[in-house]
DNA sequence: GTGAAAGCGCTAACAA
DNA sequence: TTGTTAGCGCTTTCAC
């Protein structure tokens, strides 16, 4: 081990100390200089960095964060890294926290409380600066813990009165209607929807919407062709066979997520129906793959970047808050229809 | 602020000492009791731990790695964790880590040194125990910064003379022999193979493993039915477009990863050849999605579970290494066939 | 402008 | 077995 006062030393990452000493300074100018204090002259400014690169030294985050009392780092928990809207949601966050100064924790809750209530508190032990809890529809077992903690969050559809929390609105409504318009203007009627996971309440928005869209365009539901999946390709395929099962069939299929769909577009193919001439599908969320699927997927886009963007934004907004200025608390993220392959009109 | 002293204190995250007071010990006891220290007697631990739990305490992970010099946090560095095959790895990965109370930071290099060497710093800032690198070939820009800084790494397919890195040898050559010999026994003589990007070790060695499993199985390769791809899905359709562009045509396609073997489901579906009664389709990984194609895909699998074990146990023996035990050093992962329904025999 | 010094919450020597 | 105390590397008053 390396000691102060030996002649020998033991190469080590040099520490604020040793910059100092090498830019005949303190280290309090060190630290200033280092933050950006518009109190350190230019002359000793331009030795700190000088000393800096020539040791090429970096401030030890653990001691910094002790200090100040701010981590710099941020959570995200997702429900399931495994379903490719998650990656390319973490992905787009993270970039941006990352231009941003930040660290982020990632966190896949796997639709499990008691995961979920650990993450939250692995988190809260790094002392997270702000979490977003993009489970879309799971947030209760975490709430209390980050409220009780004071931390900064944002949640996804779920309005919490707390002052530390911020929220983010999917505007289902807009992209619904678009397919479901979209479908009625190729004349199907016959529409049936295979619904997200009930206890979910981004699968109860959306099929809500789906009520309304098909109220608006004057089509009305079949009940036994709503049923519920659980948004993954395998539930899909389930969900599929119940509908194929009934007397009478649908020609479109509007799905609550790609994944879904994806698994529609499969069974459809196992039982010999060509998609879009047999049965037009339609999923959302528009995932990297929806555009490789056979046919290419129509759906619904929902911006994985807009939704990033958002979610950090509110974070930021709560962990930087000024005295002063009011910060927004509620997001909105756009839906979009995007129009390919699975979709047509159907046999007359 | 709260004040020591105030009679009034606002509530505020209790500390080591809230602790110790309330179990009227000494802070000393009260961190020898967290941390499992044998030399506590039962009758004060008892205390310590009601107080704890009465408070709901629990340590700042910042001071203590301060002072402990350990942060208990392991990096991943992933290739591309859109690519579905590094979300189930990271996934494992953490579990496993967070199972013996490690934390990760997941970074996704996107084939970009600069982006590379960013991540590593940013661990590096973050004091991270030990990184895994499984880039599959895009090591070379980190590594010094990592061995210069005494960190603890493990590189997939990269042998590393230093005594901090460990490497983890993916055994393709079983699985590929396995896959040609399935190919030669179903009849196939012209077999074709979609490389990974040249540049990457794993792909080099993929296609090395290829070269000699015909070699083996007696089938004479013909060297325009080796094209190199990129390992995407597109790079896949594109491969598969050159191919089809030749003169004569192979019967069967061996894919360097399962996401170019999806490509060429894909692209071949649009020409309107069936798979397998046209062609016959190997891909490489047994990603998740793979059960899924259409047909189901053939493929060697490279288990994430097992390459994310082994990735952790090499940190985790670096990391807490002893001065008299030798650690592993080289780790080897299996590959296997699985036969799906993207293979059969060839057209007569 | 700059520096000296007081901690941030914890662990680990050392004493008792 | 338990407590006292000296820092870990940094930020931030408070003097100068």
Excluded at 61 to 82: D, F, P
Excluded at 253 to 271: F, H, K, Q
Aim: net charge neutral; with cysteine.
């Amino acid at each position: 081990m390396a000691r102060k006062g030996t002649r020998k030393t033991v190469a080590k990452t040099p520490d604020i100390r040793t910059v100092a000493a090498l830019a005949k300074v303190s280290i309090a100018t060190v630290s200033r200089t280092i933050n950006g204090s518009p109190a350190v002259s230019d002359r000793l400014s331009k030795r700190v960095w000088q000393a800096i690169q020539q040791l090429n030294y970096f401030p030890n985050t653990q001691a910094r964060g002790l200090v100040s009392g701010r981590s710099r780092i941020l959570g995200i928990i997702v429900e399931n890294i495994t379903n490719p809207f998650f990656p390319e949601l973490i992905q787009s966050f993270e970039e941006i926290a990352v231009a941003h100064g930040y660290e982020i924790l990632v966190s896949s809750s796997n639709s499990d409380p008691a995961v979920l209530t650990n993450c939250v508190r692995r988190m809260l032990e790094r002392k997270v600066e702000g979490v977003a809890v993009l489970t879309f529809g799971e947030e209760e077992p975490v709430m209390d813990q980050l409220v009780h903690h004071d931390v900064p969050m944002v949640l996804a559809e779920f309005r919490l009165d707390d002052p530390k929390a911020s929220t983010i609105l999917l505007d289902y409504t807009t992209g619904i209607h678009a397919a479901v318009k979209h479908l009625a203007d190729l004349g199907h009627t016959k529409i049936a929807y295979l619904a997200g996971p009930h206890k979910l309440h981004s699968a109860m928005t959306r099929e809500n919407d789906f009520r309304t869209a098909m109220e608006a365009a004057g089509l009305v539901i079949e009940q036994q062709w709503v049923v519920e999946c659980n948004h993954t390709l395998k539930g899909g395929v389930a969900g599929f066979g119940k509908l194929r099962a009934l007397a009478s069939q649908p020609t479109a299929v509007l799905c609550s997520n790609d994944m879904t769909a994806i698994g529609v577009l499969r069974a459809a193919y196992m039982e010999g129906l060509h998609v879009p001439q047999d049965l037009s599908v339609v999923g959302l969320d528009d995932i990297d793959f929806a555009e490789f699927t056979l046919p290419p997927l129509t759906t619904i886009r929902l911006s994985r970047s807009e939704l990033a963007r958002a979610a950090f934004e509110a974070l930021r907004q709560q962990a930087e808050e000024t005295e002063s200025g009011k910060i927004q608390r509620e997001f909105l993220v756009s839906t979009s229809l995007v129009v390919r392959g699975s979709t047509g009109k159907p046999k007359a």
